[in-house]
């Protein structure tokens, strides 16, 4: 799709002012797969190299014991429907965020 596609392409009027806006926007230029490798290893591999400066201390990223990790268990795979973000309430069935659940509807 072109960069004019991106600008015209229709955002559902209640995601308007979200960051579920900017990744259908984003749709039009880039696959999902990168969308989500920025917003996740690459933000981390900024934090590691910003240093002293990072606000997480200890390792990020990783699924393990004393690591930081936040982690979004989704209803199906987002590389294939990235709309799946679209509704968070019907979708996210895991929410851990500095490990606490948030949400667990995981049978």
Request: proline share 7%; aromatic share 6%.
């Amino acid at each position: 799709m072109t960069f004019w596609s991106m600008l015209t392409t229709k955002v559902p009027e209640d995601k308007a002012d979200s960051s579920i806006a900017v990744f259908i926007k984003r749709r039009c230029i880039e696959e999902s797969a990168e969308i989500l490798r920025q917003a996740t290893a690459n933000n981390r591999e900024l934090l590691v190299i910003s240093g002293p400066r990072s606000p997480y201390p200890g390792k990020l990223g990783a699924i393990e014991e004393g690591a930081l990790a936040d982690i979004l268990l989704i209803n199906g795979n987002p590389l294939e429907d990235p709309t799946l973000f679209h509704e968070p309430e019907e979708n996210l069935a895991l929410i851990v965020k500095d490990g606490k659940i948030y949400e667990n509807t995981v049978n």
